[in-house]
């Protein structure tokens, strides 16, 4: 059984800027492709960024260019560093880790962006 801890979350003003972590154990991390996804009150869950066991990354259009998704397969942690935050990135942000038919949530961490 694979945990997923997430860290990082919290409130902070248009512009500014917050770094997530999820912590993986135990297990094999380099081999999950492992994503970040947000949840908005009333809205579905959607991605937000994905980085495969190779290194590919994709985002969602809406934080192209102001988030960035990064691993450190030696601590069993992916990362999400988010810039120039907007009221709208408001959710409940999860970590998902993903391997073949195998797949783990995080219990999810609140991002506020607000004045």
């Known amino acids: 059984q694979v945990q997923l801890v997430e860290s990082g979350g919290g409130l902070v003003q248009p512009g500014g800027s917050l770094r997530l972590s999820c912590a993986a154990s135990p297990t094999i991390f380099s081999i999950y492709a492992m994503g970040w996804y947000r949840q908005a009150p009333g809205k579905q869950r959607d991605l937000v960024a994905r980085?495969?066991?190779?290194?590919?990354?994709n985002y969602a259009d809406s934080v192209k260019g102001r988030f960035t998704i990064s691993r450190d397969n030696a601590k069993n942690t992916v990362y999400l560093q988010m810039n120039s935050l907007k009221p709208e990135d408001t959710a409940v942000y999860y970590c998902n880790g993903h391997y073949l038919l195998f797949d783990y949530w995080g219990q999810g961490t609140q991002v506020t962006v607000s004045s």
């Open positions: 980085i495969t066991s190779s290194g590919e990354i």
